[in-house]
């Protein structure tokens, strides 16, 4: 079976931001961390592009929504994700073929099935959301909007809609779900959105409106042209019809359900509720989980185009580094909650971790065994104690790295692991004095040296494997400086479980000193 990861697909009403980037970048890493335990992969990503949002914001630049959906996808969406090394297999489009038809054949089935009926419904809808909302959940505006009732996301006045539409009957679901929640506790994460879902479903469900029928710009019903579906039923089942439903039943059947659908926490209901509620009407698995993280916070706001905190990840890449800013987000901010950003803690962050501790690391011991054996990684030949605490304190460094990333979505304690590990060796060098030791030209004195150099260049070499799914770029590099590509072939081919086996880096490989792996910062940007 294949392990199934997927992003949100993304609304193309504006380029992407930070908070874009910190799911997509999640779903990368555990994409490439499965992959290294030697698993078939399938990583999924793409754009939401039908719905109201979409539509006013292309009559809004003066073009058609397929327009302007074609431009915000070739000119911001998918070259982000190549600038950031995101590793997807698939980017699906809702406007595709691919999709369109068999979220009508899903509908319709749905449809045929009893699930659907027509009515009419009055209620305020938020088109940032894409969803009517209860009055409950309304807040009171105040400033420029005194007077109105806003979203409690966007913070913008809802619309008050009335329309005759086509419902699913949602409210059917209740105590199924409830009772999958009860049997399968890791079904939502982290616990905190669970039991939001939980205390949401027990309070009980309405029906859900599927269809509008007040502008055209979505996939039409199939039995009634004159409405077109829900948004967020047509973007829902992109996880299903990206992976061959109604059309590759073999691809199908080895992929679907997600083990993993990671989200933003202001979608999660729709992916916790909606979602499955689906699956159930039409006799589909459920995904094994859906992980929601918490929202990135500059200033105490939310990061999002519409309060004009969002900031281009280009801003980042272009001062830290591509491989920085990777590392930097899942480092700095545990998954599941609410983290802030500050030019200055990625500084301080970047230049401590990165540049002092990791990047100084491969920069001495590749200095090292040039100056001491001219190049050539020398045989350790006089390990001790020592030593055998490096190799066990590589072992946990492993074993817990794999299971907090790749079990347990803990993107943050497994890097912490691996960059433990880092300090470990730095302390290893700093005890043992290999530059002391150089100064001693007895057989003792070169076999000790030899083992302390041999020793931190294969921990290095475990680094580089551990650290690839974080940081491609540099990991690439540093094998690339330890010679191993040459000796144990392409770093792509390592598994998470090789990292640990000590000794694989052989005596008698060309070490070589490149290019710093992280670079003195410049002076901080203005922000």
């Not at 997807?88 to 449809?111: C, G, P, S």
Request: with cysteine; proline share 5%; charged share 25%.
């Amino acid at each position: 079976m294949t392990y199934y990861v997927t992003t949100p697909i993304y609304y193309v009403n504006d380029a992407p931001h930070l908070g874009h980037a910190y799911t997509t970048l999640a779903a990368d890493v555990l994409a490439r961390w499965h992959r290294r335990r030697g698993e078939d992969v399938w990583f999924l990503t793409g754009t939401d592009e039908h719905g109201q949002k979409i539509l006013r914001t292309a009559q809004q630049n003066g073009v058609g929504p397929q327009e302007w959906a074609d431009r915000l996808v070739r000119d911001s969406w998918q070259p982000l994700w190549e600038h950031l090394e995101i590793a997807n297999d698939d980017f699906i489009r809702t406007t595709q073929r691919r999709h369109t038809d068999r979220v009508q054949e899903f509908v319709q089935d749905l449809y045929d099935r009893g699930e659907i009926y027509q009515g009419g419904y009055e209620g305020p809808y938020c088109v940032g959301c894409e969803e009517y909302k209860l009055p409950g959940e309304l807040i009171d505006g105040e400033g420029e909007y005194a007077g109105q009732k806003l979203c409690p996301i966007h913070r913008k006045p809802v619309e008050m809609l009335k329309e005759e539409n086509y419902f699913f009957r949602l409210s059917a679901y209740g105590d199924r779900l409830l009772d999958h929640y009860a049997a399968n506790p890791d079904f939502i994460q982290p616990e905190s959105a669970r039991n939001e879902v939980v205390n949401f479903v027990r309070q009980g469900l309405q029906d859900l409106s599927i269809s509008r029928s007040t502008f055209d710009w979505g996939v039409p019903v199939p039995w009634d042209d004159k409405h077109v579906i829900y948004v967020w039923v047509d973007a829902l089942l992109n996880y299903a019809t990206a992976v061959g439903y109604n059309e590759n039943p073999e691809k199908f059947a080895s992929t679907f359900p997600a083990d993993v659908h990671l989200v933003g926490k202001d979608i999660l209901r729709f992916h916790a509720i909606i979602w499955p509620a689906m699956l159930l009407a039409n006799g589909l698995p459920l995904p094994g989980r859906i992980a929601a993280n918490g929202w990135l916070m500059v200033g105490g706001e939310k990061m999002s185009k519409s309060n004009l905190t969002g900031i281009r990840p280009q801003d980042l890449t272009s001062h830290f580094g591509v491989d920085a800013y990777r590392w930097y987000f899942l480092r700095a901010i545990a998954f599941g909650q609410d983290g802030s950003f500050s030019w200055e803690d990625f500084t301080a962050r970047y230049t401590s971790e990165l540049a002092n501790d990791y990047g100084n690391l491969a920069s001495r011991v590749a200095a090292m065994v040039g100056k001491y054996f001219g190049g050539t990684l020398p045989e350790a030949t006089a390990a001790g104690e020592a030593e055998q605490a490096i190799r066990d304190g590589l072992t946990g460094a492993v074993a817990e790295a794999d299971r907090r990333i790749g079990d347990e979505l803990d993107f943050q304690g497994g890097i912490l692991a691996v960059f433990g590990f880092i300090k470990q060796v730095n302390g290893y060098l700093t005890e043992q004095e290999p530059w002391k030791l150089a100064k001693d030209d007895s057989p003792e004195g070169r076999a000790r040296l030899a083992t302390i150099l041999y020793t931190a260049a294969e921990s290095l070499r475990a680094i580089a494997v551990l650290l690839d799914p974080v940081m491609p770029e540099t990991s690439r590099k540093l094998w690339e400086s330890l010679g191993a590509e040459a000796s144990l072939g392409a770093l792509a081919d390592q598994k998470i479980q090789e990292a640990g086996e000590w000794g694989r880096l052989p005596a008698g490989t060309t070490v070589t000193k490149g290019a710093v792996l992280f670079p003195r910062l410049e002076e901080t940007p203005a922000t």
